[in-house]
């Protein structure tokens, strides 16, 4: 099983996580007590629907939660504790060695500067003593990387000069450049047509393959986690489900919960029924 | 691009026409008679009849309408013979009550305009976007809701009352400020500056709580922005994050209000001119209405929705230069 390491512990190791925002009725948790674990080199899918708690668990780990969010828990990231981390050491991490990608592309990127300058400004703050010119050609190459064509001359046009899934490959292409070892893919492919999808999961897979890099791919589509991930985690309403290799998710799953999900999945040789929902998605916020 | 810019000349030139129109409606047709206002207490129907002669007040108002319009590009000749007088464009007629050219007339204002609106903007700026961050970057905090509170008060206290409170306080009562008194620069630069001190705040003050508020507004907005979270996921520090990715877009809206306020005070701020007395544009609008002296009136608005109108465009042509999405199609 590719989740085991081959070089001391797991890449990264979460234990007891929970986020949770202080209301006047008290505080309301998002994510309860969550545990799991990403090999090195592993690639782990957390799925769930919309309110599950599972992008929350990614700005956990990138230490980007919002205003007044309350974060407990263990994240042991290659043996460091994370949440002991302060602002500025976890800000070298940040970009760094974990890197975050997100779902729209466009909103992601900033409409008022060029594509190679967004990329080479993570690069320059976190490589110090790297001129312009250097940065520059490291966010030419990353753009090569991810199969932009003309990257040279594209690395001068602004955001919205790209087609949506060339957007997600700048995006992609500007975590690559920091060389990051755990890539945290939150929905890359929700805003994009299928075919698209299907090119930007390729990409995903091949970047992994070629570094080794970790990946966390978050996303409500069990057939996306399916083709790029080892090890899926289901989450609802905050919590964990279930968990283990796709293989075994997909095949025997253990709780209703899951089975519901799989068969949310629309399948080819599906029969047209009806739809099938889950508890939950009535009182979805 | 230059689509875009022909377009807007001819914008502008619609409305300037509408102006004028509109203006020589009001000012030249239903306002009293002028000839019997020039002439004067002892009158003859004769004379009444000869201003009117020399000022083409006999024509018909198209006439009138043509010859004002026409005065203003290639200018126009009053009365005929040898008492004909020569009025160079851009002619906007001459003052019934000084009898000088109106155009000279807001040419020698035109400065102190400018004056008192460049160090008033400069002031509300400074004052507006640093006082807006502050906000942002401490909203909900002692600081943000201080500064709010302090928008409030600029905002809700008049010209006017502002002008003569800042006096009282500045010069009577603390002295720290000399009485002021029209001096050139050249003369004394020093007495020339504190002159214009006073104007500038009041002017200022007004303008900076507004832009203080909108600056606030854009930043936290700005702050929501999936890049902004971008930013900070790729590591970049606070300060960088702040002034690449939220204050930038912040200012751009603000761009846009700055040409309008900025063509706007340009064409005269009238009461704090008259409070001041400073002999601005402001205070030549003032006089000219209280004397109903038109074709200064006249002038005065025209030079006033000029203004607004090239304030307008140059907005616009400074919007493509700062938002790449205007500047640059989409090449797909």
Redesign the interface.
Known sequence: MSTTSDTGGPLLRVRGLTVGFPTAAGSVEVVKSLDFELARGGALGIVGESGSGKSMTSLAI?G?LPKGARRTGSIEFDGTELTALRERAM??????RI??I?Q?PL????????VGTQIA??YR??RKGVTRRQARAVAIEAMERVHIHDAARRVD??P????GGMRQRV?IA?MLSMEPELLIADEPTTALDVTVQAQILDLLAEIRADTGAGLILITHDLAVVSEVTDHIVVMREGELVEQGPVERIFTDPREAYTRMLLDAVPRIDDEIGLLKTTASAEEDR | MSRFLLNRLLGMVVVLFLVCLFTFVVFFVLSPDPAVQICGKNCTPEAIDQIRENLGLDQPFLTQFWTFISGLFVGRTYGTGPNAIDCAAPCLGYSFQTSQPVADMIMQRLPVSATIAIGAAVLWLLAGIAGGLISAVREGRFADRFITGLTLTGMSIPNYVLALALQFLLVVTLGWLPFPQAVPFGDDPVQWFMNFLMPWIVLAIGAAAVYTRLTRANVIESLQ???V?????????PG?VWR??AL??ALTPIVTIFGMDFANLLGGALITETVFGLNGIGKLAADSITKNDQPVIMGVTLLAAFLVVVGAMVVDLLYTA????VR?G???
């Open positions: 990138m980007l800000r070298a991490v940040r970009g760094d890197a975050m997100f729209d909103s992601s990127l900033n409409p008022y500067y060029t400004e993570a703050s976190h046009h602004y919205h000069q790209f087609s995006m500007m | 922005e999936n890049y979270r971008t930013a900070r996921a790729k590591g970049l520090s960088l690449r990715h930038r877009p700062i938002d790449p999405r640059v989409s090449a797909k």
